[in-house]
């Protein structure tokens, strides 16, 4: 089991801002984890074995690369059957975590996975990578070829002089004839390209805006937050000095 030791560790880390998926997200989108452009998708199903897995955030490339985000409030009992499902297709993974969540992530996920951590207080959060992500060794063709539509199978398998009897065959057995014509890295190419091709729909996530709760002291006007040395008193928001001229005014006229 190896465990990750690294500087940012010993940082503080605003807590509060990093407890939620879309805190997490936001900061990881603004890390600079990949290149502008590059297709982005959000919350995309990838074929598991026994239950539907999404992965949080995949990105196009020389392959595909998946980000999972375990935030400060997340758990990770669901990271096994996830990191099994990320390693059937994807390149390249990464999990994207705090550092409470360091440990157990760590000793779940493949060595070959990439980590990143954040760090930071306020305006200085930022998303630091602790181990780069290596290529993965063990992708699953047929599961990877699943990822295709069943129309974009049978195009395919057309196109390679393969498409006699596939109009109608299941999906599973479209993915397993593509998996013996061709190599895992072509399969690779192709879902890419029909990922970029088809239309772009809205993530599944949703942001809910955040309610956040003012202080009483800052309702206030700003002269209270003000040293007392520097401003004379006032009673009533009327300076004392002046209150105490008024006073005697009426006093002199009784």
């Not at 490339?61 to 099994?84: C, H, M, N, W, Y």
């Not at 996975?113 to 992500?133: D, F, K, P, S, T």
């Not at 993530?203 to 202080?215: E, F, S």
């Not at 209270?224 to 300076?239: T, Y």
């Amino acid at each position: 089991m190896t465990y990750i030791r690294h500087p940012f560790f010993r940082l503080p880390l605003d807590e509060g801002a990093v407890a939620h998926d879309v805190q997490l997200r936001t900061l990881l989108k603004s890390a600079g984890a990949w290149r502008a452009e590059e297709l982005v998708l959000e919350e995309l199903c990838l074929p598991a074995k026994s239950q539907t897995v999404r992965a949080d955030i995949v990105v196009t490339g020389a392959s595909l690369t998946g980000f999972e985000i375990k935030a400060g409030k997340d758990r990770v009992t669901r990271l096994p059957v996830q990191a099994e499902a990320y390693g059937a297709v994807c390149g390249f993974a990464n999990v994207a975590t705090v550092p409470m969540h360091v440990n157990d992530v760590t000793a779940t996920v493949p060595e070959w996975w990439g980590v990143w951590i954040a760090c930071g207080l306020g305006g200085e959060l930022a998303m630091r990578c602790v181990r780069a992500a290596r290529p993965n060794p063990s992708r699953d063709p047929v599961r990877l070829a699943e990822m295709l539509w069943r129309d974009e199978a049978i195009a395919k398998l057309a196109e390679l002089g393969l498409g006699k009897g596939t109009a109608s065959k299941s999906r599973a057995a479209l993915a397993q004839k593509l998996a013996q014509a061709l190599s895992i890295d072509e399969i690779d190419i192709h879902v890419q390209t029909c990922l970029r091709q088809r239309p772009q729909r809205q993530p599944l996530v949703g942001v809910k805006p955040r309610v956040i709760v003012v202080p009483k002291y800052e309702m206030r006007p700003r002269s209270w937050l003000e040293p007392q040395g520097l401003r004379p008193p006032f009673i009533n928001d009327v300076p004392v000095v002046k209150a105490l001229s008024r006073t005697a005014a009426r006093l002199a006229t009784m």
